[in-house]
């Protein structure tokens, strides 16, 4: 597996009895056309998606794909004919970009990381504040590969990651090639946000929830193949929620704690209801990139759900870092439970508005002032 560019099952967490039915699926040859795996970011949807796409294209299967025949050679190789990847890219300038384009960065990153976030592939396309998408050139591309002959094996394979960045142009262009796709082509796409398909793509495609890793699975497998030690893997394990890349980045360091840190900064500065802290706030938000403010938006929803299992008490299933858990308690101290269902909504249409390029420290201060008037005046 280490070797490996595109993992087999044995070289995922994914849950077992879910990697059972695939492995079901492929060797009774009931594979439907389109299946969408949903899953957390970094987690392991993706990992699973590409190991079933090794197991179908595989000329001598068993529970899992051989791992010596030809196709899963050039599957090791990134050099399959009969297996095609699409993903979300920036815009170059006058012209539609598509993952095409982008092979040799997209196939280098999952070589170094068979596990990597939406922002780590941001990092790569280097767009600043643009907005990935699938665009309407690649609609063009897929109609055009799945209307040619299978090289080798009886089927195709195209893996969609992350369609919910579709554009609606191409959605629309691929909803006849999804509903009735040329004999052999098959369909796995991993969304790491199905409520932001359209429904049109979603209906479309038989769903496949991938759980977390659970967590015991999960600090057996960071003690075993990392340097830490019990009590951090435990940790790093149990504030990882299920997620093998958030937790080895926990280990490593490289967590968003930055993000985590401020969206309690947030909270705290809306209880100071005082204008000029809203405006230094928002100041602030706006010298950040929209990737990270849009983290930061995430980061904030999360605290609130912490915030409302602390105050029930159960301490149990807090997901933050101790040293911050004493100013969490006390910003939670602060907020009604009824007002916990307003404050998630005012920061969903935040992350609506800053999604759709609105002004950072207009959305950052009025989001404070709105959340304010649901935190009682101490």
Not at 40 to 51: H, I, M, S, T, Y
Not at 246 to 265: I, N, P, Y
Request: proline share 4%.
């Amino acid at each position: 597996m280490a070797n490996r560019l595109l993992p087999d099952y044995a070289g995922t967490l994914a849950d077992r009895g879910l990697i059972a039915q695939l492995s079901s699926i492929r060797l009774r040859e009931a594979i439907p056309h389109a299946l969408l795996f949903c899953g957390d970011d970094g987690g392991e949807a993706l990992p699973l998606a590409l190991a079933f796409a090794r197991h179908i294209l595989c000329e001598d299967p068993g529970e899992d794909a051989c791992g010596h025949c030809e196709s899963c050679r050039q599957m090791d190789l990134w050099d399959n004919p009969d297996f095609y990847l699409c993903y979300p890219v920036i815009k170059a300038d006058s012209r539609e970009v598509t993952s095409e384009d982008l092979h040799k960065d997209f196939s280098s990153l999952l070589e170094s990381q068979v596990r990597f976030s939406t922002e780590d592939w941001r990092a790569v396309l280097k767009g600043g504040n643009k907005q990935p998408h699938i665009f309407v050139a690649e609609a063009d591309r897929l109609i055009h590969i799945t209307s040619l002959s299978s090289f080798k094996s009886r089927h195709q394979v195209v893996l969609i990651w992350q369609p919910e960045t579709m554009r609606e142009d191409t959605a629309n262009k691929l909803l006849k090639l999804l509903e009735e796709p040329p004999k052999g082509v098959i369909f796995l796409a991993v969304s790491h946000d199905p409520s932001r398909l359209l429904e049109t793509i979603l209906s479309r495609f038989q769903r496949i929830d991938v759980p977390p890793i659970e967590e015991d699975r999960l600090i057996d497998y960071l003690v075993s193949n990392s340097s830490a030690t019990l009590d951090q893997a435990y940790e790093a394990g149990h504030l990882a929620r299920g997620n093998l890349l958030r937790a080895m980045r926990l280990l490593e360091g490289k967590a968003q704690e930055h993000a985590t840190d401020l969206a309690l900064s947030l909270m705290e500065t809306a209880m100071q209801r005082t204008p000029k802290a809203y405006r230094e706030f928002a100041n602030q938000a706006a010298t950040l990139s929209r990737p990270e403010v849009i983290s930061l938006i995430d980061a904030t929803d999360r605290m609130l759900r912490e915030m409302l299992a602390l105050s029930y008490g159960t301490d149990d299933i807090i997901y933050t870092r101790l040293s911050i858990r004493d100013r969490i308690r006390r910003v939670s101290e602060a907020v009604p439970l009824s007002s916990y269902t307003g404050l998630m909504d005012d920061l969903s249409a935040a992350r609506m508005e800053l999604m759709q390029n609105a002004s950072i420290k207009i959305v950052f201060f009025d989001l404070l002032v709105t959340m304010a008037m649901l935190i009682p005046k101490r």
